[in-house]
């Protein structure tokens, strides 16, 4: 609990626990018991482990004994940094391990809570907040699960109504986990985001030329994990740190060779980002940025600087260690990476074999055989015992140069705005639904907008605003309790004593009270036919004023005009013998009626246009009558 509260106190960190499923037949709380699984599952996973690369811890598991209500279990803790793939690359470790091992039940979350849930938000159940899903929700067998609400009381004796207790959620889950299953919508959310796993490991990689002093080339073959301490060291640098580096002790700049650097795509830009001059003290000068090596020269320094300022802060002895062979989860750990082709076929006791292996002990060793003092074995010392223990030659290393394989490219630094778009479509599940809007794009009708104007226009506007055209389908239920109550009990013979058959005398009432009604109706029908009457004359003497103040003003020359009539329809009555003269040809010209619906769908698209993505006056009208535009793909 103490190392969780002062993890609490980080941002950017995800806990993960391991439970064995309670029967009778396995003791699952047994210290034995679960050291024996750490040791199955690193192994099983440990092709996996030994080639991702960190940002700022790795992945751990250790023993964690009973406290309060937690039964002993596995867990482990992981502070991801700015790299948020650590985090749904652990997801998908979890879900591994579940799937290898179906009787552990895991449970993960981070600073922010149950992220799983968080991800899926759009389609969890609307009882899940942030108050009921405590201890609810858990991976099992490579799928999520959720313990649900009772519904009715027959359900109060299988789920808990309040938070459950992680012993009481493993007892549900053991005995009715058919019954916990998510919807279909909330795995795939979840599915979606680790789906590339574990193709994704090497995709996030990238390799770039660095122009570093020989011994960090070194220290990087050995053990590239430590590229992520070195980056992190120079982007969180204080100023204490580069008054350190003003004169370098460890890698010095005359000792510099070309190298191929492997970053995560997190860390290399981070450190390419940065814009950083070196002290003229400490030997390096970088070349003018027109010249080809620039940026290799550019990262190596940084690089210096970070290795460089990692040593500084390392002033103990170096401590003999105990050989890795010795220790007894090495040998199944090496076994896996056997299974799994990490020699890549190079025959045992070669050099490429040897600096596969020095990779893999340099992994085991930093978390695995120590997970918990990981920390305390600080990567400088690292560095210095690798520095020490490893000879190398730099004329060797500077022939080498000339057979470095390419390196990467970068141009996934540059994002445009149609593939952010992609991205965030992407990452929304959006993709589908864009592909069919397209097609819909292609047979879009401008005529729907017109329709749909009209259709707004006729609508009736009160001081509470215009009423949005709305179909059958979606008009409000008006329902009349008074009434309803009144015929239901007529139906059902409720009501008074007095009244409990209908007779004649009750339907002559009816029928007099029908006819009075109707003749009212009539009556008022006529008022209003003449006061409608009234009100369209007078609204045709404003509208024939206005067109006498607009007739000298050069407004209607705004407005496209309708075509011309068919040279049929044009001459048909010339050929009744009506004749015109050229004054009245030109009259014509002139009075020729508006195209309104042309003139309202060029309006409307040039609002559209000029709102340039952004939420506008066009869009909000459009939107509000159920039409949406397909995108402008000229601009």
Known sequence: MEAK?????????????????PTEQVHFEKEEVLQNYIKKILSHLAPLLVQYIWQNQSFNLSYKPRKEDVPAHIGGATNF???????????????????TFPELVARIEDNDGEF???????????????ESCTNRVFYCRGELYIIPLPQNPAELALFPAGSPTISQALLVLSAHIEKCVTSKSVQSCVKQRIKEYPEK????????????????????????????SAVQAFYFRDPLDVKTCSTFKTFLPETRVMTLVTFTRCLYAQLLQQRFSPDRRSGYVLPSPSQNHYKAHDLGMKLAYGFEILCSKFTTPLESKNPITKDTLWNGFLMSLKKSDYFKG?????????????????????SVATPESSSSYSSGEKIMSLLQSIPYSVEELRKEEDSLPPEDDDSWLDISSEKLNQLLRDASGQSEFTSNKQEKDDKYDLSEVTHSMKAFISKVSTHEGAEVPWSSCEAPVQFD????????????GGGDDNDDDLDTDDLEEDENYLNNSSDS??????????????????FHAYMKEMDMELAVTNIGKSFSKQKQMD???????????????????????????????????????????SQAGLAGPGSNILQSMGVQLPDDHDH
């Open 521 to 538: 109706d009539n009556e008022g029908k006529e008022h209003s036919d003449v006061a409608s009457a009234e009100a369209l004359k007078t």
């Open 567 to 609: 040279a049929k329809e044009a001459l048909s009555p010339l050929k009744d013998g009506e004749s015109d003269s050229e004054g009245g040809d030109n009259a014509d010209s002139e009075l020729q009626p508006v195209d309104v619906d042309f003139n309202l769908v060029a309006n409307l698209l040039e609002s559209y246009n």
């Open 481 to 492: 309790v008074q009434s309803f109550t009144t015929a239901l009990e007529r139906i059902l």
């Open 5 to 21: 509260l002062k993890l609490m106190t980080l941002d950017d960190v995800v806990w993960y626990h391991l439970f064995l499923m």
């Open 346 to 366: 190079e025959l045992e006791g070669s050099v490429k074999y040897k600096e596969l292996l020095q990779v893999a002990e340099n992994y085991f060793q930093q």
């Open 116 to 130: 799983l849930l968080i991800e899926a938000a759009e389609y969890i159940p609307k009882w899940l907040n942030p």
């Open 81 to 99: 940094g700015d790299n948020i793939e650590d985090e749904w690359f652990i997801v998908y470790l979890i879900k591994t391990i579940t799937e």
């Open 201 to 228: 490991i090497s995709s996030n990689l990238h390799r770039a030329y660095c122009y570093v002093p020989a011994g960090i080339a070194v220290v990087l073959k050995q053990h590239p994990q430590l590229i992520a």
